[in-house]
């Protein structure tokens, strides 16, 4: 969700998020990696991918008990 305060103020950028997930889809941890230049979109950021927890399985044909992605989230006005 759009943080209403960032909405107000008219703030706009991307936030680039780090997470790891553990073999069973459960976030074991999230970071930011990249700033947005602003708190309240990386703090909103961040827990999007808390919210999102638990994501599928890993496969266990890859044959990893976890995984880390980063991955851009643009926050636009529309």
């Known amino acids: 969700t759009y943080p209403e ?3 107000a103020a008219r ?3 991307v936030s680039t998020v780090r997470f790891t997930l553990g073999a069973s889809g459960n976030v074991v941890a999230v970071s930011l990696a990249g700033s947005s230049g602003a708190g309240v979109l990386d703090q ?3 827990a999007m991918v808390r919210r999102a927890s638990p994501f599928p399985p890993i496969p266990a044909s890859l044959g990893r008990a976890s995984m880390t992605f980063a991955a851009p989230v643009r926050f636009n006005l529309r």
Do not use: E, I, K, N
Request: glycine share 12%; charged share 10%; no cysteine.
């Open 5 to 7: 305060q960032a909405r």
């Open 11 to 13: 703030v706009t950028g």
């Open 44 to 46: 909103a950021a961040l």
